[in-house]
């Protein structure tokens, strides 16, 4: 299984492959004991940081390092607990400063500050290749825990994954337990290709009711998305309604299926763009709809439809996708893409007649809403790409 992971680098592209490991029953209690204890060690480590007023790397190394040793944690296991933890505590911070939790004062941000972070017991935990090695031959690990190395650990993934392990894999890996099933997911370094000069842009309108509208004709209709997670929301509503065990159970069982589902349409929809950008040589523009949810104002009844929008995984599928094929992207400016006419260029809310409708009030052009808004969007892509090529460096006089 490959997945997406949010950095890019200059010279390659960052993606994580997950593995399933199929460990013995012994094994899979050694691993389980893993986990526990330095999620445990975790969860002290971030006592310590939180009484001591977040201190830097090292310092927290000397208050904690022999500690975690004495826990039974080997000298890169402990390494890594001291540094998830202050890794951790920057997170805060920055959502903090950048306003993530609200303001000073929230109910949400008085909860984060007033407590040290807590651990579960299944959380990821870093190694290296000092405790983790791989043997693709066969598809096996050889793993550091509390019990000891364990050797011969069975894996399995599909066979893209095993490929980019092999050929890509760099840096450190986590193994993290979902449900009593263990993963382990590696971050792999992919050559980026240099992106070519676009012949235009295919303009990608996002949306709730269509997922994704471009301007070379392809619309991706939410109606499909929007109905599974309507019956999902009345599902768990149901669930939590009755309390009972096997209630609880099922809703343990798919807490995480409609995200799996939501993930799947998306991949789906952005491969289909970044291939179709590919195929006719031009670049791809996007919305940057960073911000929405606090600016728009919405009923009610609109706003579990509003919260649940993944445009943000959507628009990351797409940016990965064209990295890796070297594809033009950039980001535009919404403003006004709703309300300008893709024909004359005239600007008026009253050309928005609906939520699907288009009527330009001067030149009297009549298209699908997210089909104008898309052209609007192709062209500020052209515009920003070019300003991104033109020199600013003064005339020499």
């Given amino acids: 299984m490959v997945m997406w992971i949010n950095f890019i680098t200059m010279a390659c592209v960052k993606l994580v492959a997950q593995v399933k490991l199929m460990p ?5 209690a050694a691993l389980s004991a893993t986990l526990r204890a330095v999620n445990e060690a975790a969860n002290w480590v971030s006592g310590v940081v939180f009484e001591r007023g977040v201190p830097r790397e090292y310092e927290l190394r000397k208050h904690t390092y022999a500690e975690l040793k004495t826990r039974g944690l080997g000298a890169q296991a402990a390494q890594h607990v001291i540094k998830k933890t202050r890794d951790a505590y920057t997170t805060l911070k920055a959502n903090i400063r950048a306003g993530n939790l609200g303001k000073p004062g929230s109910r949400r941000r008085v909860k984060a500050e007033s407590k040290p972070i807590a651990f579960r017991p299944g959380a990821a935990q870093p190694y290296d290749d000092r405790c983790l090695s791989w043997r693709y031959d066969v ?19 599909a066979p893209d994954a095993l490929k980019m392990l092999r050929e890509h894999r760099k840096g450190e890996t986590d193994l993290v337990e979902r449900d009593g099933v263990f993963y382990l997911v590696a971050v792999c370094d992919l050559p980026e290709p240099d992106p070519y000069e676009p012949d235009g842009f295919v303009g990608v309108d996002l949306g709730i009711v ?17 109905r599974y997670r309507a019956r999902q929301l009345e599902l768990r509503r149901k669930l939590r309604a009755k309390g009972t065990k096997s209630a609880k159970r099922l809703l343990k069982k798919r807490s995480r299926k409609e995200a799996r589902h939501a993930a799947n349409v998306n991949h789906i929809v952005s491969k289909t763009i970044v291939t179709t950008a590919e195929r006719t040589g031009r670049g791809i523009a996007l919305e940057d709809l960073t911000g929405i949810r606090d600016r728009v104002r919405l009923r009610k009844d609109q706003r579990t439809s509003l919260h649940s929008w993944s445009f943000r995984r959507l628009a990351a599928f797409v940016e990965y996708k064209a990295k890796r094929a070297g594809v033009p992207l950039v980001y535009v400016d919404p403003a006004y893409t709703s309300r300008q006419c893709s024909r004359c260029g005239h600007i008026d809310r009253k050309n928005r007649v609906g939520q699907a409708a288009f009527a330009c009030r001067a030149c009297g052009f009549l298209s699908h809403a997210d089909d104008n808004a898309s052209h609007n969007i192709a062209r500020k892509g052209e515009t920003v790409w070019t300003a991104g090529r033109e020199s600013r460096v003064p005339a020499t006089p």
Wanted: glycine share 14%; hydrophobic share 35%.
């Fill in 24 to 28: 013995e029953a012994g094994q899979a």
């Fill in 139 to 157: 598809q096996t690990v050889s793993i550091w825990t509390v019990a000891g190395r364990l050797k011969g650990v069975r894996f399995t993934c």
């Fill in 210 to 226: 269509n997922i994704a509208t471009t301007s070379t004709g392809y619309r991706a209709a939410g109606r499909g998305l929007n």
